[in-house]
C-alpha cells in the first residue's frame, strides 16, 4: 500500500514521524512522546557482523549512538522504504564515516539492487548482522522481505567459510518440560547442542541478533524446538533459520491447537514437525508444516536404576498432580470465561472421559445449542482456550475418578497435597512436590504399584510415566492407550480399562510380586533397546531435509 513520510514534533521536542496512507489513515514510525528514546532499547545489543544490514532506519533513533561507535571497516546496507530517511541518514548519521556504505529505497531504480547484490558478493564478508527498526519493517515488509532474503542469500552463497564436520544442533532451551532430556540425549549420540536461551531476550533485537551470531558461528544441522518454545509472534526464529538455510524442527508434546495461535501459522510452512499424538497430525498437516510425524515420548536414562532392591515405603501411589490447580484459572484468563459456561463445561468433558476420541472443538455449537448456552464469542482463539480448559477439567475428573476408586485400597498421591485434599479431604494419604530430576525415580522405587492415569489431551498415545517407572525398576499400572500395543508387547505393560478394573488389579499385582517383576523387568529392557530419548532425537535428525 502506497504512503508517505510525515514528520512532526513529539512532545519531548524531537521530530518524529508517521506513515499516512490514502483516507488520512497513518501509522507511527517513531513515538508520539520521546522518539529520542528509542536507542536506550539499543545500547545493549551487541554488534558482531562485519557487515550491518540496517533494515528500516526511520529517522536513525535507535542506531545513531551504535553507528558511532562502528568499527571503521564495518560495512553498511542502509534499507529504507522512504528515500528522505535514506537521503537524512546519508548525510547525517553516515557523513564524517569512513565505513564502506551501501544505500536503498524503494525510489531506486532495479539496477540499483543488482549493484546492492554485487555488493555484497564481492565484499568478502564472515558476518552479517540484519538490524531491523521494528515500526519501519513492519508498515512496508513487502518492500524488505525480498531484499533481506537476497542479501542473506548473496553472503551465504559467497562464504569461504565450510561447515564443520560434525554440525551440531541448535537447541531452543529454557525451562519446559523435555528441553534438559533432549539436550542430554543429544549429547549422548555426540551431536554437541548448541543452547539458544529464549527465556535470555526480552526485546526482539536481542533475540534476533542471538539467533543470527549463533547459526552463523556454529553452523548448526538444524534448530530444534519442544513445542514451538522459542518461536515469536514476529517469526524472528522462522525468518533467521529460513535467510541463513537452517533446517527447523518441532516437537509437540502438548496439543499444538493452543500453540500455534500465539506464534502465528504463517511461519511453518519450512518447518518439519514431529507431534507426540496422532490424533493432532492432521490439524498439524493443514496448518501448513513442511512435514508431519508421529514420534511419541521415550524413557529419560537418567531414570535407570540397576541397583539392589529397596525398601518399599507405599504399597499404592500416584505421582501427579489433582489438576484442581492454578493452571485451570490460567486457562480461564487466557479467554472470555463467564461462569455460565460451566454446564457446558462439564457436560462436554463427561463425553471426553467416556470416549477419548469425542471431538471437543467440534461438539462446542450443538452442545451449547441443546443446553441452550449461548457461547460469548465466535473467533477461534477463544474456541480454543474454551476446548483447552474442557480438556483439563476432563483430565481432572479422569484424575478424581481413578483415584476415588483407590481410596479403599489404601491409595496415596505424591505432589499437589492441597489439591488431592480439596477433592477427598482427610481421606487420602498426601505428599508433597516431588522435583522431577532430582526426586522422581526415587520415589517410583518406593512404590509397590505405580498408578497412571492419562490426560485427556492425549487420546492414544502414551505419557511419560509408561516409561520412566520401568526405568527405575519399578512397576506401572496404566489405562489402556490405543498406541501401546504398537509399543510394548502384552508381557511387558500391565493396563487398566475402567475403575473397576483398575481396583481389580491393583489388588492383584500388590499381592503378586512375580508378576510385577516379570512385567516391568521386560518394559525395562525394551525401553533401554528402542524407547529412550536417544532414539527418539535419532528419529528426529534422520528426518530433517
Same mark, same amino acid.
Given at each position: 500500500?502506497?504512503s508517505?513520510v510525515q514528520?512532526?514534533?513529539a512532545?519531548s521536542?524531537?521530530?518524529s514521524?508517521?506513515?499516512?496512507?490514502?483516507d488520512?489513515?497513518?501509522?507511527h514510525?517513531?513515538?508520539?512522546? +520521546?522518539?529520542?528514546a528509542?536507542s536506550?532499547l539499543?545500547?545493549s545489543?551487541?554488534i558482531?557482523?562485519?557487515c550491518i544490514?540496517?533494515?528500516g532506519?526511520?529517522?536513525g533513533y535507535?542506531i545513531?549512538?551504535k553507528?558511532?561507535?562502528?568499527?571503521?571497516?564495518?560495512?553498511?546496507?542502509v534499507?529504507? =522504504?522512504?528515500p528522505e530517511f535514506?537521503?537524512n541518514?546519508r548525510?547525517s548519521?553516515?557523513?564524517?564515516?569512513?565505513n564502506?556504505?551501501?544505500?536503498?529505497s524503494s525510489?531506486?531504480s532495479?539496477?540499483n539492487?543488482?549493484a546492492?547484490?554485487?555488493?555484497?558478493?564481492?565484499?568478502c564478508?564472515?558476518?552479517?548482522?540484519i538490524i531491523r527498526?521494528?515500526a519501519?519493517?513492519?508498515?512496508?515488509k513487502?518492500?524488505?522481505?525480498?531484499?533481506?532474503?537476497?542479501?542473506?542469500?548473496?553472503?551465504c552463497?559467497s562464504?569461504?567459510?565450510t561447515?564443520?564436520?560434525?554440525?551440531p544442533v541448535?537447541l531452543?532451551?529454557?525451562n519446559?518440560f523435555l528441553?534438559e532430556e533432549?539436550?542430554a540425549?543429544?549429547?549422548t549420540i555426540?551431536v554437541d547442542?548448541?543452547?539458544f536461551y529464549?527465556?535470555?531476550y526480552?526485546?526482539?533485537?536481542h533475540?534476533?541478533?542471538?539467533?543470527?551470531?549463533a547459526?552463523q558461528?556454529?553452523?548448526?544441522?538444524?534448530i530444534?524446538s519442544i513445542?514451538?518454545k522459542g518461536?515469536?509472534?514476529?517469526?524472528?526464529?522462522?525468518s533467521v533459520a529460513s535467510?541463513?538455510?537452517?533446517p527447523?524442527a518441532?516437537?509437540?508434546?502438548d496439543d499444538p491447537?493452543s500453540?500455534?495461535?500465539?506464534v502465528?501459522g504463517?511461519?511453518?510452512?519450512n518447518?518439519?514437525?514431529?507431534?507426540?499424538e496422532?490424533? =493432532?497430525?492432521?490439524?498439524?498437516?493443514?496448518?501448513?508444516f513442511?512435514?508431519?510425524?508421529y514420534l511419541p515420548?521415550?524413557?529419560?536414562p537418567?531414570?535407570k536404576y540397576?541397583?539392589p532392591?529397596?525398601?518399599?515405603a507405599?504399597?499404592?501411589g500416584f505421582v501427579?498432580?489433582s489438576m484442581v490447580?492454578e493452571?485451570a484459572?490460567?486457562?480461564?484468563?487466557k479467554f472470555q470465561?463467564?461462569?455460565s459456561l460451566?454446564?457446558l463445561?462439564?457436560r462436554?468433558?463427561?463425553?471426553l472421559?467416556?470416549d477419548?476420541?469425542y471431538?471437543?472443538?467440534?461438539?462446542?455449537?450443538?452442545?451449547?445449542?441443546?443446553?441452550?448456552i449461548?457461547?460469548?464469542f465466535?473467533?477461534?482463539r477463544?474456541?480454543?482456550?474454551l476446548t483447552?480448559?474442557?480438556i483439563?477439567?476432563?483430565?481432572m475428573?479422569k484424575?478424581?475418578a481413578?483415584i476415588g476408586a483407590l481410596?479403599?485400597?489404601?491409595?496415596?498421591t505424591f505432589?499437589?497435597?492441597?489439591g488431592?485434599?480439596?477433592?477427598?479431604?482427610?481421606a487420602?494419604?498426601?505428599?508433597?512436590?516431588?522435583?522431577y530430576?532430582?526426586?522422581l525415580a526415587?520415589v517410583?522405587?518406593?512404590i509397590?504399584?505405580?498408578?497412571?492415569?492419562?490426560?485427556?489431551?492425549m487420546p492414544?498415545?502414551v505419557?511419560q510415566r509408561?516409561f520412566?517407572?520401568?526405568l527405575?525398576?519399578?512397576?506401572?499400572?496404566t489405562?489402556r492407550?490405543?498406541d501401546?500395543?504398537?509399543?510394548f508387547?502384552e508381557?511387558?505393560i +500391565?493396563?487398566?480399562?475402567?475403575?473397576e478394573e483398575?481396583a481389580e488389579k491393583?489388588e492383584f499385582?500388590?499381592?503378586?510380586?512375580s508378576?510385577?517383576d516379570?512385567i516391568?523387568?521386560?518394559?525395562?529392557?525394551h525401553?533401554?533397546a528402542?524407547h529412550t530419548?536417544?532414539h527418539?532425537?535419532?528419529?528426529?535428525?534422520?528426518?530433517?531435509?
Amino acid at each position: 500500500m502506497q504512503s508517505h513520510v510525515q514528520l512532526f514534533k513529539a512532545r519531548s521536542g524531537f521530530l518524529s514521524a508517521k506513515a499516512v496512507f490514502a483516507d488520512n489513515y497513518f501509522r507511527h514510525i517513531h513515538s508520539l512522546v +520521546a522518539p529520542e528514546a528509542e536507542s536506550d532499547l539499543y545500547d545493549s545489543l551487541e554488534i558482531f557482523g562485519d557487515c550491518i544490514v540496517f533494515a528500516g532506519i526511520g529517522l536513525g533513533y535507535h542506531i545513531e549512538r551504535k553507528i558511532k561507535s562502528l568499527p571503521p571497516t564495518t560495512t553498511c546496507i542502509v534499507l529504507d =522504504y522512504y528515500p528522505e530517511f535514506v537521503a537524512n541518514t546519508r548525510e547525517s548519521l553516515f557523513a564524517s564515516k569512513p565505513n564502506p556504505v551501501f544505500f536503498c529505497s524503494s525510489a531506486d531504480s532495479p539496477s540499483n539492487r543488482d549493484a546492492l547484490m554485487a555488493f555484497v558478493n564481492t565484499a568478502c564478508l564472515s558476518r552479517l548482522q540484519i538490524i531491523r527498526h521494528p515500526a519501519s519493517y513492519d508498515i512496508n515488509k513487502e518492500f524488505y522481505d525480498p531484499l533481506l532474503d537476497a542479501i542473506s542469500a548473496a553472503f551465504c552463497s559467497s562464504r569461504k567459510e565450510t561447515a564443520p564436520a560434525l554440525q551440531p544442533v541448535l537447541l531452543c532451551h529454557g525451562n519446559f518440560f523435555l528441553e534438559e532430556e533432549v539436550r542430554a540425549a543429544l549429547a549422548t549420540i555426540s551431536v554437541d547442542p548448541e543452547l539458544f536461551y529464549y527465556n535470555h531476550y526480552g526485546h526482539g533485537s536481542h533475540a534476533e541478533r542471538a539467533l543470527m551470531e549463533a547459526v552463523q558461528r556454529c553452523r548448526p544441522r538444524c534448530i530444534l524446538s519442544i513445542n514451538m518454545k522459542g518461536f515469536d509472534s514476529e517469526g524472528i526464529l522462522a525468518s533467521v533459520a529460513s535467510r541463513f538455510s537452517v533446517p527447523l524442527a518441532v516437537w509437540f508434546v502438548d496439543d499444538p491447537r493452543s500453540i500455534l495461535p500465539a506464534v502465528g501459522g504463517t511461519f511453518v510452512k519450512n518447518v518439519t514437525a514431529f507431534c507426540w499424538e496422532k490424533a =493432532y497430525i492432521p490439524f498439524l498437516q493443514a496448518a501448513g508444516f513442511r512435514s508431519v510425524t508421529y514420534l511419541p515420548l521415550a524413557g529419560n536414562p537418567a531414570m535407570k536404576y540397576e541397583g539392589p532392591a529397596v525398601q518399599y515405603a507405599s504399597k499404592l501411589g500416584f505421582v501427579g498432580t489433582s489438576m484442581v490447580d492454578e493452571f485451570a484459572g490460567n486457562i480461564r484468563r487466557k479467554f472470555q470465561w463467564s461462569d455460565s459456561l460451566l454446564p457446558l463445561v462439564e457436560r462436554i468433558a463427561r463425553s471426553l472421559v467416556a470416549d477419548p476420541r469425542y471431538g471437543v472443538l467440534e461438539s462446542l455449537d450443538s452442545v451449547s445449542s441443546e443446553l441452550d448456552i449461548r457461547l460469548p464469542f465466535a473467533d477461534e482463539r477463544n474456541r480454543m482456550w474454551l476446548t483447552a480448559y474442557i480438556i483439563h477439567f476432563a483430565s481432572m475428573k479422569k484424575r478424581q475418578a481413578a483415584i476415588g476408586a483407590l481410596i479403599p485400597l489404601g491409595v496415596e498421591t505424591f505432589g499437589d497435597p492441597e489439591g488431592w485434599r480439596k477433592l477427598f479431604g482427610g481421606a487420602i494419604h498426601t505428599h508433597p512436590n516431588v522435583d522431577y530430576r532430582r526426586e522422581l525415580a526415587s520415589v517410583y522405587r518406593r512404590i509397590l504399584v505405580n498408578v497412571n492415569i492419562t490426560s485427556c489431551q492425549m487420546p492414544t498415545t502414551v505419557n511419560q510415566r509408561v516409561f520412566d517407572i520401568p526405568l527405575a525398576s519399578s512397576f506401572v499400572l496404566t489405562d489402556r492407550q490405543p498406541d501401546i500395543q504398537e509399543l510394548f508387547d502384552e508381557s511387558e505393560i +500391565a493396563t487398566y480399562g475402567s475403575t473397576e478394573e483398575l481396583a481389580e488389579k491393583t489388588e492383584f499385582f500388590i499381592n503378586h510380586q512375580s508378576e510385577r517383576d516379570s512385567i516391568s523387568n521386560a518394559a525395562k529392557a525394551h525401553i533401554l533397546a528402542e524407547h529412550t530419548y536417544e532414539h527418539r532425537v535419532k528419529s528426529i535428525l534422520a528426518a530433517i531435509p
